[in-house]
């Protein structure tokens, strides 16, 4: 397989997909210190069939005119602006996704967000938004200043109006210390 694998972080992932087999990995990576990270661990352990950038995943989605076998997203969606805009990119780019990522439910989450109404592939969505704090705070930000949270079913219905209907929820983690979270595939039918 040749897999599309956004924000790497630190190659723990990528590590585990060379391991299983992959043919080649791109990787992107928006944070440079994360980057130079992955590029440390890529010699460290020999990952010879990936490649690490550094820049904008929805950029590069946009300009890519290669197709993947599965894009690997894991933990970068509830860190877009607009994570609509990144789920039809994948679509466009791959037929299948493995997603981990943060979800937002009102009764279980820890912190206040805000509520937009938009519509994007057909459907309409809530945007669950919230502002940064400083990278000093004990956590990794995204590349924008804000962040738009889904609740778990907007992420599946847009994932299905992008085309990646074929879904399979792994797990629902809804005590995630930081969130309530989800794992799941989602494919071309």
Known sequence: MHILEIGPVEAAHTYMLEQMGAERITCVEASAEAWLKCLVVKELLALNRSRFLLGNIVAFLHENRRRFDLVYCSGVLYHMADPVELIEAIAKTADACFVWTHVYNSELHPVTFAAERVTRLGIEV????????????????????????????????????????????????????????????????
């Open 126 to 189: 809530n945007y669950w938004s919230h502002r940064y704090g400083s990278k000093a705070e004990k956590h990794w930000c995204g590349i924008d200043a804000t962040a738009a949270w889904l609740t778990s079913e907007d992420m599946l219905r847009a994932f299905a109006a992008a085309g990646l209907s074929n879904i399979n929820l792994i797990e629902n983690q809804p005590g995630h210390p930081n969130g309530p979270a989800v794992l799941f595939t989602a494919r071309r039918p």
